[in-house]
């Protein structure tokens, strides 16, 4: 028994050490998605991939590209590639993205994947070493929700990666985001590793948490992409309407991805993540009438949840109804997961409810 426990406070200090490690390592991926985007400067390439866009009066809907050869010079038509959805919108390409087509911001790109790929690796191998210790599911609490969470959400974002999806453009983000919730994580949500009450120790803690988690993950990644379409809208409406930006915002909103396609990713992200937090929900009731005999208690954590499904639903009837496509149905994305984070912070801390026993 000592020897057991002996191991286990080994593990646990283990896994302490490597989740420092891990924020030590997204610390330098963070500096180097800086530099990516700080000598990325936007390329010629860029400019000419901007420049085919413009529509040509007498090409109609087609776009002209002048091709020199020999014996004069051939105007070709290039088809448009439309990029936005919402009604009014226009055919605006999705720009170089951070690296802007250079070679040098390329680098420091790459470096900050892998970068960010190592320390993904290192939490991952904290967070399972938090689990051997405690001998069960490693989210018992808020600084073991948090861990899980930032991990989750950086495996995801590498998945996108290898499935060749464009999302290099979520890493500055992303990474500055889980420097910040390990941070909060380590100091304020801090919990000593301790084994579960009766009422949690449940095989649909596995179920229900861990889908949860991911979903919140997932999200989050939808919510980044939402804020930065409602930027890089606004960008575009002021070149439509002949304003000229300032230089940061040519610089940043310039290499982002068009906002359509930022808002088709937020809405495809949000849209596949629905039904699991729809299936997180109910796993919660029938793990509650488990453990508590009721199915629904009106607790502030299940209200909660059911406003942030209330309000994805919103989202998802808003993006199918004419007018409230765009701008609209965006904010209301951000409410929506607005509330997943109080339910999630503010209910945990500020608000007394059933499922407060479980500590920080």
């Not at 606004?234 to 940061?248: Q, R, T, V, W």
């Not at 639903?313 to 951000?334: E, V």
Request: proline content about 3%; charged content about 15%; hydrophobic content about 50%.
């Amino acid at each position: 028994m000592i020897l057991a426990a002996t191991t286990n406070e080994s593990l646990a200090q283990m896994s302490n050490t490597l989740i420092y490690s891990s924020m030590a390592v997204y610390t330098l991926a963070f500096l180097a998605h800086i530099a990516e985007w700080v000598f990325g400067s936007r390329s010629k390439v860029g400019r000419t991939a901007a420049a085919l866009t413009v529509p040509d009066a007498a090409a109609g809907s087609a776009v002209t590209v002048q091709v020199k050869q020999a014996g004069g010079t051939t105007v070709l038509e290039k088809p448009k590639v439309v990029t936005r959805s919402a009604a009014g919108t226009r055919d605006v390409p999705d720009g170089p993205g951070a690296a802007g087509g250079t070679v040098k911001g390329d680098l420091y790109g790459r470096i900050a994947v892998s970068l960010t790929v190592l320390a993904f690796a290192i939490e991952a191998a904290g967070v399972i070493a938090r689990a051997v210790a405690v001998q069960r599911a490693p989210w018992g609490n808020m600084y073991e929700f948090s861990t899980t969470f930032s991990t989750v959400a950086v495996g995801v974002y590498i998945a996108f990666l290898v499935a060749k999806k464009n999302v290099r453009w979520i890493g500055l983000p992303l990474v500055t985001t889980v420097l910040l919730d390990l941070g909060v994580a380590t100091t304020v949500l801090y919990t000593e590793s301790d084994q579960l009450v009766p009422a949690l120790d449940s095989y649909w803690m596995w179920i229900h948490v861990s889908t949860a988690i991911f979903c919140g993950s997932v999200l989050y990644l939808g919510a980044v992409a939402t804020l930065l379409y409602l930027f890089r809208d606004s960008y575009e409406n002021k070149l439509a309407n002949g304003g000229k930006p300032g230089a940061f915002a040519r610089s940043v909103l310039g290499r982002l991805p068009s906002a359509s396609t930022l808002d088709k990713f937020a809405y495809r992200v949000n849209a596949a993540t629905f039904p699991l937090w729809t299936f997180t929900i109910i796993a919660g009731a029938i793990w509650a009438g488990d453990a508590w005999g009721r199915y629904w208690g009106w607790d502030a954590k299940e209200v909660w949840a059911f406003i942030t499904w209330v309000g994805y639903a919103a989202y998802l009837h808003a993006r199918a109804t004419a007018g409230w496509k765009g701008r609209k149905a965006a904010y209301i994305a951000l409410v929506a997961f607005a509330c997943f984070l109080f339910n999630y912070y503010g209910v945990n801390i500020f608000v007394n409810s059933m499922h407060s026993y479980a500590g920080v």
